[in-house]
């Protein structure tokens, strides 16, 4: 028996669930295998925006640190301390720095004292000179000195020590210069104390 062909017409028509699913995969390439409903990919995280540097209080703005003074010169804290009547003897010991920062002279001594700001005077030595105490009559150029008058000196062995006993100008380290005077020969030391530091500078001996 032969059996007449179908025509197209005849056929049963497909699921249109499988067709659409096919046109989704050309369109949005996002058709899985199995026939299962479309699975949309979650949209891509945007970039992160940069930081703006600017005067609005919300952003981060660097600043730049504020540049370490310079140590004055020698003939500057020459003059600086002839500016505030210091005086010198067989030893004079000098500090000076360029800063509103309250910065101290010690020196101990052979008789185991420590001149500076809170003992003035001992051992035939003298601190004559102490700027920038206190919130008033600051200045950057600043100096200390102590001295011995000719004749009064203990022999035996100094040491020098600076620290750094106030802020004024938010500095994070002062540096400074010591002038020993010995008889007349002069030796310089340089240095930089932090806030509220102290540092060891230099030795001598007399006579």
């Known amino acids: 028996m032969t059996t007449a062909p179908v025509s197209a017409a005849a056929r049963p028509a497909r699921s249109n669930g499988r067709l659409g699913a096919a046109l989704a995969t050309l369109v949005l390439g996002c058709y899985r295998p199995?026939?299962?409903d479309l699975v949309r990919a979650a949209p891509p995280a945007p970039a992160p925006t940069p930081l703006a540097i600017g005067p609005d209080v919300s952003t981060a703005v660097w600043v730049a640190p504020r540049p370490d003074p310079v140590v004055p010169s020698a003939t500057a804290l020459e003059r600086r301390l002839e500016a505030v009547g210091a005086r010198a003897g067989d030893i004079q010991v000098s500090l000076g720095w360029n800063s509103r920062d309250d910065l101290d002279l010690y020196l101990r001594t052979p008789c185991g004292h420590v001149l500076?700001?809170?003992?003035k005077s001992a051992c035939?030595?003298?601190?004559?000179?102490?700027?920038?105490?206190?919130?008033?009559?600051?200045?950057?150029?600043?100096?200390?000195?102590?001295?011995?008058?000719?004749?009064?000196?203990?022999p035996g062995t100094y040491h020098i020590m600076v620290t750094h006993a106030g802020d004024n100008s938010g500095l994070?380290?002062?540096?400074?210069?010591?002038?020993?005077?010995?008889a007349g020969v002069a030796q310089m030391h340089t240095g930089a104390v932090v806030r509220g530091g102290?540092?060891?500078?230099?030795?001598?001996s007399w006579p």
């Open 34 to 36: 199995d026939g299962a």
């Open 198 to 204: 102290k540092i060891d500078v230099a030795s001598f």
């Open 172 to 182: 994070r380290q002062v540096p400074f210069v010591i002038r020993v005077v010995i």
């Open 116 to 119: 500076s700001f809170t003992l």
């Open 124 to 154: 035939g030595g003298h601190l004559d000179v102490d700027m920038n105490v206190g919130r008033t009559g600051l200045s950057a150029e600043a100096a200390e000195n102590i001295f011995f008058a000719a004749g009064e000196a203990k």
